[in-house]
C-alpha cells in the first residue's frame, strides 16, 4: 500500500473580518488527522482582489484554492513537511493580506491555468486528451490523440487545473468541433473516475476543489533524501567511537563527556524554528566536547580552538592522511559554523556559506531534511578522524 496524505475540503465559518470563502483543508493518513489548515483572506485583501477580478467571486475562490493547494502540496511534498507545518497544535492559519495578494492569490501563475495534457511544439500548443470524436485532431503523441488549441481555449475548457484536480480523475476526452468562424471551443466529453464514483458521468468538470464532494487530492509521504543516515544517532555514536579509538592511542579521554547515546537534543526534526535552532545548538555543543590534551598540540597551536588543536596533534602523529584530517575538520568547523549564523545580524550570509561548504542546497529543503543532511555530514567527519586515529594507533602497535 502507498504512503500516502489524504486532503479532502471543508469550509469554516466566517468570526471575523475577512472575506467570506473560508476553505479548510484536512490532511489525514493511515486514516488518521495530520493537521488542518485554515485559509482567510483579510477584509482590505477581498476589497482589492475583487477590484482586480471585476467582482468575479468565482474566480478569486478558484484562485483562493489553487494557491492554498499548491503551498499545501509544496510543503507536504519535502520530507518532514507535515511536522513542520502542523508542529504540535496540528492546526495552521493561513491569513492572506493585501500586502501578500500579488504573490500569492493574484501572482499571474496563480490565475493562469495549469494542464498535463498540454504539449508545446515551438509556437503551437496542443490538447493531448482530444477524443476519438474530436474533429479538430491533428495527430498523435504516444497513445495521446493531439488536438490545436490556445490558452484561451484551454482555460475556458471544462478540464480543471491540475492544482484542483481530484486525484482519482483519470483519461480525460476533450471534444473541438471545426467552424467556419472564430477558433472552436473545447469541451470535456467524459472522464473516468478510480474511485468509481458515479458523478463523473454527468458532472465531471466538477471534479476539482470546490466541486464534487467526493473531491480529494492524494499526496505521496515523502522519504528521507539522504538515505545514509540510517539513525539519527549516528553522530552521538560517531563521537563515541571517535573517543574510544582516541583512547587506544594511551593519551586519555578526547570527548567529554564519555557518551552521547542518550543525548536528545541531537534527534531533534527541526518541528518549527526553536527546534531547529535548538538541535544545531545541540550538534554543535556534541562537537564542542571534543578536548585535546594541550601536551599534545606542538607548538604555536595552544590557543587554538579545539578543533584547530585536534588538527594539529593529529597530522603530526604518524600515519594519518592530512589531507583527510583537514577536510574532515573542515566539514565540523562548518557544522559549528551554522550555529553561529543563528546568532549573527548577518545570518543569512553565514548559513548559506556554511551549508554551501557542506554541499547542502539553502533552498528547496525543509528543516528536517537540513538537519539530517547536517547530522549526515558530521557522522562521516567524525568517523574519518575515527579511521585516522585508528591508523596511528596500527602504526604505534607495529613500531
Known amino acids: ?147 490545436a488549441t490556445s490558452r484561451p481555449m484551454c482555460a475556458s475548457c471544462g478540464l480543471p487545473d491540475d492544482r484542483v484536480l481530484c486525484s482519482s480523475f483519470s483519461h480525460p476526452s476533450v471534444i473541438g468541433r471545426r467552424t467556419m468562424g472564430p477558433p472552436p471551443s473545447r ?47 549516528t553522530l552521538p555514536e560517531a563521537l563515541d567511537f571517535l573517543d574510544a579509538v582516541w ?28 527546534e531547529y535552532e535548538t538541535t544545531l545548538s545541540d550538534i554543535a555543543d556534541a562537537i564542542n566536547r571534543i578536548k585535546v590534551d594541550p601536551s599534545l598540540v606542538p607548538a604555536g597551536n595552544a590557543k587554538d580552538g579545539s578543533l584547530v588543536k585536534l588538527r594539529a596533534a593529529l597530522t603530526s602523529m604518524d600515519g594519518v592522511d592530512p589531507a583527510r584530517v583537514t577536510d574532515s575538520i573542515f566539514v565540523l568547523q562548518n557544522v559549528m559554523g551554522l550555529r553561529a549564523s543563528i546568532q549573527h545580524s548577518d545570518a543569512v550570509t553565514r548559513r548559506i556559506a556554511a551549508l554551501s561548504a557542506l554541499g547542502i542546497p539553502d533552498v528547496g529543503l525543509s528543516k528536517a531534511e537540513t538537519l539530517e543532511l547536517v547530522r549526515d555530514c558530521a557522522a562521516k567527519a567524525v568517523l574519518s578522524l575515527r579511521d585516522e586515529v585508528r591508523k596511528s594507533v596500527d602504526a604505534s602497535e607495529n613500531e
Open 187 to 233: 469541451h470535456l466529453y467524459q472522464a473516468f473516475c478510480n474511485d468509481g464514483e458515479a458523478v463523473i458521468q454527468t458532472k465531471a468538470q466538477e471534479c476539482r476543489a470546490g466541486g464534487n464532494t467526493c473531491w480529494k487530492l492524494r499526496i505521496g509521504v515523502p522519504e528521507s533524501i539522504t538515505g545514509t543516515t540510517k539513525s539519527p544517532l
Open 1 to 147: 500500500m502507498v504512503d500516502e496524505y489524504l486532503v479532502t475540503l471543508h469550509f469554516s465559518e466566517k468570526t471575523e473580518d475577512v472575506y467570506e470563502y473560508l476553505p479548510c483543508f484536512l490532511v489525514r493518513r493511515d486514516g488518521r488527522d495530520v493537521g488542518r489548515v485554515f485559509l482567510s483572506l483579510a477584509g482590505s485583501a477581498e476589497v482589492i482582489a475583487l477590484h482586480r477580478l471585476n467582482d468575479d467571486t468565482e474566480k478569486l475562490n478558484a484562485a483562493m484554492l489553487r494557491y492554498g493547494l499548491g503551498r499545501l502540496r509544496d510543503l507536504l511534498s519535502h520530507f518532514g513537511g507535515a511536522e513542520e507545518l502542523f508542529g504540535e497544535s496540528g492546526a495552521v492559519k493561513w491569513k492572506l493580506t493585501a500586502e501578500e495578494l500579488d504573490v500569492t492569490v493574484l501572482a499571474p501563475h496563480s490565475l493562469a491555468k495549469t494542464c498535463s495534457y498540454q504539449i508545446t511544439e515551438g509556437r503551437d500548443l496542443y490538447c493531448a486528451a482530444a477524443g476519438l470524436g474530436d474533429e479538430t485532431a491533428v495527430g498523435s503523441s504516444g497513445i495521446h490523440r493531439l488536438a
Open 247 to 274: 583512547r587506544q592511542l594511551g593519551k586519555g579521554p578526547l570527548v567529554v563527556p564519555g557518551t552521547f547515546t542518550h543525548a536528545v537534543g541531537l534527534v531533534g526534526t527541526g518541528a518549527s524554528q526553536e
